[in-house]
C-alpha cells in the first residue's frame, strides 16, 4: 500500500514496481486527487500552477519522468526579478548579464561569489545520490543518505542556520538580509534561519536554470500511476495496525472513503503524507514498542492568483508601461504583507504566447503567510476581475526541528515525507521515493550489503 499520490506516492509506486518486477500489487490511496501539491488553478478557461512551479535542472529524477513519460518542457517566457524592500527595489535585474554582475558586485561586493562556490560544493556533493542509487544502494535514516553524500558536514548542515553558515564562509550579513531572505521567503515563505541544507537547496534552484512540464507539473503525477497500472482508491487512510503472523508482518490499513470505511491487508506499506500531528490524525496500532509521535510543525502559507491591473505606482512606478519585471520578491520586513509575486504564464504555451504587457491586464501570483484583505489586494492591483486562494501547510517549520524522522517505522513499514525536513522540493521527494523502493527491496531480499554502506564513493569505484 502506498498512503498519498502526490509526487512522492507516485514515483515510489514506479520505482517499487520497477525493482520488484510487474508482479507487485500495489494499491495508492488517495483522497483529494492525484498530483497533490502539484495543483493547478483555471483562469479565463486556462490553467496556472498555484504551487511547486519550477524544478532544477540538474534534478535527473524528475528529468527521467518527463523522458519516460514522453512529456515536454515548457517553453521559457523570459522576464525580470527585483527584490523590493516595502520602500524600494534594492537590486534590480536588467536584460544584460554582465550589468547584473556589475551590480551585484558593486552592491555587495564578492559575497555573491561566495554564495556560488558554497552552493556549488554542496550540490556536487549531493549528485552523488544518483550514482549510489544507480548501483542499487539505500540508506535507513536520513542521516545515513546525508553522511554518504557529504559527512558530518551535511548531517550538521540540517541543525545550523543558512544565514551562520554562509557568514563563516565570507558572505555579508548585508548580502545574506537583501538577498538571500528575498530567495527563501519567496521557496519556503520563512527567514535565514532555515537550516543551511535547505537553504542550499532553494538557493541552487533560485541562482540555476529551472523548466516546467508542458500542461502542469502534475502530469508526472497522473502519468506515473498510469504506467504502472497501480490501483489507485480514492479514500483517506486512517491508520496503520499491525498484524504479526509468522516471520514477516502482515500490515491492516484502515481507510474511509464515499463507501463508508474499509480496510485491507497489505506485506508492506509506505506512508507518503505528512505524518505530523498538525496535519494528521493517523493511528497506528498494535505497535511494541509504540511508533512515537513526530514532533515539529508545518509553516501555514498562502497563494492567490489574482486576475488583474498591478498597481505599479505602489512599487515607484507611476506609468505602468515603464515596469519591467515578472517577478518581485521581498526582504524580511515586518512591514510587507507579501513574500513574492509573479506574472505567471499557462501550463500550456503556445508558440504565439507572449506575456502581457505591465499595463494589461494579467495572472499575478501571490504568496504570502495569510490571506490577503480587501485593502491589501488593493493595495497591489488597481482592479481585479479574479482571485483564486489556496491555503497551505506547505513546508515544515525548520525552525523548530530538532532531529530528523525516521525513514522505518517498522520492519516493512517505511516513511517518506521525512525528507521535506532535510529539503522540500520535487527531486528531494523523488530522490527519497528511489531510496525508500530501494531500501523496501533489499530489506525484502536481504541484501545487507546494499544499506547504509561506508565509504561508498570507493565502492562504487571500484564497481565500474
Not at 531510496?435 to 531480499?445: F, P, S
Request: net charge neutral.
Amino acid at each position: 500500500a502506498v498512503v498519498g499520490a502526490g509526487l512522492g506516492g507516485s514515483a515510489v509506486t514506479y520505482f517499487l514496481q520497477q525493482h520488484f518486477g510487474p508482479q507487485v500489487q500495489l494499491d495508492v490511496y488517495e483522497a483529494a486527487g492525484v498530483g497533490g501539491r502539484l495543483a493547478t488553478v483555471t483562469v479565463n478557461k486556462q490553467q496556472y500552477e498555484s504551487r511547486g512551479a519550477s524544478i532544477h535542472v540538474l534534478s535527473l529524477h524528475m528529468q527521467d519522468f518527463v523522458k519516460i513519460l514522453g512529456l515536454k518542457h515548457r517553453r521559457e517566457v523570459a522576464g525580470k526579478s527585483a527584490i523590493f524592500s516595502g520602500e524600494h527595489f534594492v537590486l534590480e535585474e536588467t536584460d544584460w548579464y554582465l550589468l547584473n554582475l556589475f551590480r551585484l558586485w558593486w552592491h555587495y561586493g564578492i559575497s555573491f561569489l561566495r554564495l556560488q562556490m558554497w552552493v556549488e560544493e554542496v550540490m556536487e556533493k549531493f549528485m552523488r545520490i544518483y550514482k549510489y542509487q544507480a548501483h542499487g544502494y539505500s540508506f535507513s535514516s536520513l542521516e545515513e543518505l546525508l553522511r554518504s553524500l557529504g559527512g558530518d558536514a551535511f548531517v550538521n548542515m540540517t541543525q545550523r542556520s543558512v544565514a551562520e553558515s554562509l557568514l563563516e564562509v565570507g558572505v555579508t550579513q548585508r548580502f545574506v538580509d537583501d538577498v538571500i531572505a528575498a530567495v527563501l521567503r519567496s521557496s519556503y515563505g520563512q527567514s535565514v534561519l532555515v537550516p543551511a541544507f535547505a537553504g542550499a537547496m532553494s538557493l541552487a534552484g533560485a541562482q540555476g536554470s529551472t523548466w516546467a512540464v508542458e500542461g502542469g507539473n502534475k502530469l508526472v503525477c497522473s502519468g506515473l500511476l498510469k504506467l504502472t497500472k497501480a490501483n489507485v482508491i480514492p479514500a483517506r487512510v486512517t491508520g496503520v495496525s499491525l498484524h504479526s503472523s509468522e516471520g514477516r508482518p502482515l500490515y491492516q490499513v484502515h481507510y474511509e472513503g464515499s463507501e463508508g470505511q474499509g480496510s485491507a491487508f497489505y506485506d508492506m506499506v509506505v506512508v507518503t503524507t505528512p505524518l505530523h500531528p498538525s496535519r494528521s490524525n493517523f493511528t497506528f496500532e498494535n505497535f511494541e514498542p509504540p511508533i512515537p509521535d513526530f514532533p515539529g510543525a508545518f509553516q501555514p502559507s498562502v497563494t492567490s492568483v489574482v486576475h488583474g491591473y498591478l498597481n505599479s505606482s505602489y512599487f515607484g512606478f507611476p506609468d505602468p508601461k515603464l515596469f519591467p519585471f515578472a517577478s518581485i520578491l521581498t526582504t524580511d520586513t515586518p512591514d510587507l504583507f507579501f513574500n513574492a509575486m509573479d506574472n505567471i504564464c499557462p501550463v500550456n504555451i503556445s508558440a504565439a504566447f507572449r506575456r502581457k504587457q505591465p499595463q494589461e491586464a494579467a495572472v499575478w501570483r501571490v504568496l504570502s503567510q495569510q490571506p490577503l484583505d480587501k485593502q491589501q489586494l488593493k493595495t497591489l492591483f488597481k482592479s481585479y476581475y479574479s482571485v483564486q486562494v489556496t491555503e497551505w501547510q506547505t513546508y515544515p517549520r525548520y525552525d523548530a526541528a530538532k532531529s530528523l524522522p525516521p525513514i522505518v517505522l517498522h520492519e516493512n513499514l517505511f516513511y517518506l515525507s521525512g525528507v521535506e525536513w532535510v529539503a522540500s522540493s520535487m527531486e528531494m521527494i523523488a530522490v527519497a521515493a528511489k531510496n525508500v523502493a530501494l531500501l523496501a527491496y533489499n530489506r525484502w531480499h536481504q541484501d545487507l550489503d546494499k544499506i547504509d554502506q561506508k565509504d561508498l564513493m570507493h565502492k562504487v569505484k571500484t564497481e565500474l
